[in-house]
C-alpha cells in the first residue's frame, strides 16, 4: 500500500448562482467573495449570514430542548440547596478533562460540596469506573454526574443503583440500541431529543446543563443571599474542549468557540496562562487550541493521570500552576516521542503487509502504548487515506483507537462489525474499541467487508476542497480582513481556501529541510508563498503551476503583504487538478 499522495481538487459545494453571490453580499455588505464562502458553507440567507457572522451568545437555544434537562436540573438544585455530596465523572481526553473542571468550579461557585474523578487510561479505561462508584459512595456523595461518558455504561448504571447513587449522564456519544438506566440521561444524540445542534462536545453539554440549573436556581429564589456566577468565564473551557474534541465549529459550537476563543487569548485562568507560557503560545486561534495547547493536556491522560489537567485548570494551589505546566509539557514531549516510534512501527507493517487492494487498515502490537494510538492512526489516515484502526496488545487484551475519512461513519462500521469486540463507542470519525487478541483476525476480516461494502476505489483518493477558482489579483488586506471574520476555523468551518491557475514561480528555496518558500506571477501579480511540509515538491516549482491555497496577511517588520498559505501543487498541465 503505498501513500495517497494524489489529491482531487474539488470545490466545497456545487457553485452558488452568481445571482444568489451578488444577492448575498448586497445584503450582509461584504465582497463577493467572501459571500460565496458563506454561501459554499451552507449560509444561504441574510438572515442565516447576520447570525454566523455575529455569533450572539443571546441567540443559543434554551438547554430544556436537550432530552431531560428539567429532570437532571432540578435533582442538581436540589442537591445544592440541601448540601449533599456530588461527584462529577469526567473523561481522560481535553473535553471530558474541561467538562469536568467546568463542572467542579460552577458549582462550588454555587456553593456545592463538590468532588470529582477521572479516570487512568491505562488502568481503568474508558468510560464510567464501577471503582470510582464505589468510592464516591464511601465518601458519602448522594449523586453522581457524569460529563463526556456514560451513555453506554449499561453495568455501571445498574451499580450506581444498587449503591443508593442517583446517576446523571451527559454525554454527545453515539447512543447504543440499549441505554443505561439512571435519573436523567442528557445527550443530543437520543431519538426525544429537540436541541437545533446535534452536534456538540461532551464541556458544550455541560455548558447547557449549568445553564439550564441557573434559570431554575433563579426560579427558586436561589441567589437571593449569595452571588450568582457568571457563566460566561467558563467559555474558554468549553472552547478548549470543544475544539479538542474536533465537533463541527458551526451553529451553537462556533457561537460558544469564538467567545471562548477571547477568554483564552486574554489569559483569565492562571492554569491557561502557564499551558501559553510552555506552550511558547503568543496569539490564540483555534489552530494553535488544536495543535499547541489541546495535546499537552491530552498528554497527562495519555501517559500518566488525566486529574492533572484538571488540577491546573481548576488553579486551586497557585503554587503549583507552573510546576504542573511544565510537568504536562514533559509528558506531551514524550508522547511525541512514543508516537514517532510508533508510527514508523505502523508503516513499516502496512508496507510488510504490501495489500493495496484494502480499504481498511487494521494494526495490533504488544508494542504499542494504548495512549498514543489513536494519534497514529489519524497520521496513518492522512498518510493512507483509508479508515484505521489501530490496537495495543497486553496480556491477551486489546485496547484499540479508530479513525476514518470522509464518508466512511465509523461508529455504524463498527456496530456492523461488532460481533467480535468486547465493546465499542464513539462518533461517525473517530472511535475506541475493546478486544481479545484470539478474536483479531474476525474483525479485521468483518471490518474490511465492512469497509470494501462502503468505499469505492475513487473514494481512497484525498479531496482537497477550495471555494472556487480566483485570479491573485483579487486579493486586498481589506478583503483578507473581511474574510477573518469567518473565524474560528476548524471542523465544520474550514478556513477559507482557492485555486489559482498557471502562475510562474520566482525565488524558490527550501526553509528549515522541510518547508518551501517562493513567489509567484499571475498576469503582473506577484504574491509570496509559504508551503509547509512540502520540501519534495521542489523540483515541480519551475513552468508554470496551479496553485490550491489559504490566503492570509503576512506582516514582516511593521508591514502587512498577501501571502499565500499552500496546500497543493500541480503542473498547470495535469488535468487531475
Not at 459554499?40 to 450572539?56: P, S
Not at 465523572?89 to 460552577?106: K, S
Not at 469505492?456 to 486586498?476: N, R
Amino acid at each position: 500500500m503505498q501513500p495517497a499522495k494524489l489529491r482531487k481538487w474539488k470545490l466545497r459545494k456545487k457553485q452558488p448562482a452568481a445571482a444568489l453571490v451578488d444577492q448575498l453580499a448586497r445584503d450582509l455588505d461584504v465582497q463577493k467573495l467572501t459571500a460565496q464562502a458563506l454561501l459554499l458553507r451552507g449560509v444561504m440567507t441574510a438572515e442565516q449570514g447576520g447570525e454566523f457572522l455575529r455569533a450572539k451568545l443571546s441567540t443559543l437555544p434554551d438547554p430544556d430542548l436537550l432530552p431531560d434537562m428539567a429532570i437532571a436540573c432540578t435533582r442538581l438544585g436540589q442537591a445544592l440547596e440541601q448540601g449533599e455530596k456530588i461527584a462529577i465523572h469526567g473523561d481522560y481526553d481535553v473535553d471530558g478533562i474541561t467538562g469536568c473542571t467546568l463542572l467542579v468550579e460552577t458549582l462550588r461557585a454555587l456553593g456545592g460540596n463538590v468532588e470529582y474523578h477521572i479516570p487512568l487510561r491505562l488502568k481503568d479505561g474508558y468510560g464510567l469506573s464501577a471503582d470510582a462508584l464505589c468510592q464516591a459512595k464511601e465518601d458519602g456523595c448522594a449523586l453522581i454526574v457524569s460529563v463526556d461518558c456514560g451513555v453506554s455504561a449499561l453495568a455501571e448504571a445498574e451499580l450506581a443503583a444498587e449503591l443508593g447513587l442517583e446517576l446523571i449522564i451527559t454525554d454527545h456519544h453515539q447512543p447504543p440500541d440499549e441505554l443505561p438506566i439512571c435519573l436523567a440521561l442528557v445527550n443530543p444524540h437520543l431519538p426525544k431529543n429537540k436541541f437545533p445542534w446535534k452536534e456538540l462536545s461532551g464541556v458544550g453539554v455541560a455548558f447547557f446543563l449549568l445553564i439550564g440549573l441557573r434559570r431554575q436556581l433563579r426560579e427558586n429564589n436561589y441567589f437571593v443571599d449569595r452571588e450568582e456566577p457568571d457563566l460566561r468565564q467558563g467559555l474558554d473551557l468549553v472552547a478548549l474542549g470543544t475544539i479538542a474534541d474536533i465537533v463541527p465549529l458551526g451553529g451553537v459550537n462556533r457561537i460558544l468557540v469564538r467567545s471562548g476563543l477571547q477568554l483564552l487569548e486574554s489569559g483569565v485562568r492562571p492554569g491557561i496562562t502557564a499551558l501559553k507560557r510552555v506552550a511558547d503560545v503568543k496569539k490564540v486561534s483555534s489552530g494553535v487550541v488544536g495543535f499547541r495547547l489541546a495535546p499537552r493536556l491530552n498528554a497527562a491522560g495519555r501517559l500518566e493521570d488525566a486529574a492533572l489537567g484538571v488540577k491546573l485548570l481548576l488553579g486551586e494551589e497557585l503554587q503549583d500552576i507552573d510546576p504542573l505546566a511544565e510537568l504536562l509539557d514533559g509528558f506531551n514531549r514524550q508522547r511525541q516521542k512514543i508516537e514517532q516510534k510508533t508510527l514508523a512501527e505502523a508503516i513499516a507493517l502496512v508496507e510488510e503487509q504490501n495489500r493495496p487492494e484494502r480499504y481498511s487498515i487494521v494494526l495490533a502490537s504488544e508494542n504499542w502504548h494504548s495512549g498514543v494510538i489513536g494519534i497514529v492512526a489519524s497520521r496513518l489516515v492522512e498518510r493512507y487515506h483509508r479508515p484505521t484502526v489501530l490496537i495495543a496488545l497486553e496480556g491477551g487484551q486489546g485496547k484499540g483507537s479508530a479513525r476514518s475519512i470522509s464518508g466512511f461513519n465509523l461508529y455504524q462500521a463498527l456496530k456492523e462489525s461488532a460481533a467480535p469486540l468486547a465493546g465499542f463507542g464513539g462518533h461517525a470519525m473517530a472511535a475506541g474499541l475493546s478486544i481479545t487478541e484470539e478474536n483479531l483476525e474476525s474483525f479485521m476480516i468483518a471490518f474490511e467487508q465492512v469497509a470494501a461494502s462502503r468505499l469505492t476505489t475513487d473514494d481512497l483518493v484525498p479531496v482537497a476542497y477550495h471555494d472556487g477558482e480566483v485570479s491573485l489579483s483579487s486579493f486586498s488586506l481589506p478583503l483578507l480582513r473581511e474574510l477573518e471574520t469567518l473565524n474560528p476555523y476548524g471542523a465544520g468551518n474550514p478556513q477559507p481556501a482557492f485555486v489559482s491557475r498557471n502562475c510562474r514561480v520566482y525565488s524558490p528555496r527550501i526553509l528549515g529541510e522541510k518547508h518551501l518558500k517562493f513567489d509567484v506571477d499571475q498576469d503582473g501579480c506577484r504574491v509570496g508563498c509559504i508551503a509547509f511540509g512540502q520540501a519534495e515538491q521542489f523540483d515541480q516549482l519551475n513552468g508554470e503551476i496551479d496553485l490550491l491555497y489559504r490566503p492570509g496577511i503576512n506582516q514582516w517588520r511593521g508591514q502587512e503583504s498577501v501571502q499565500l498559505q499552500v496546500v497543493d501543487i500541480r503542473t498547470s498541465d495535469n488535468e487531475s487538478a
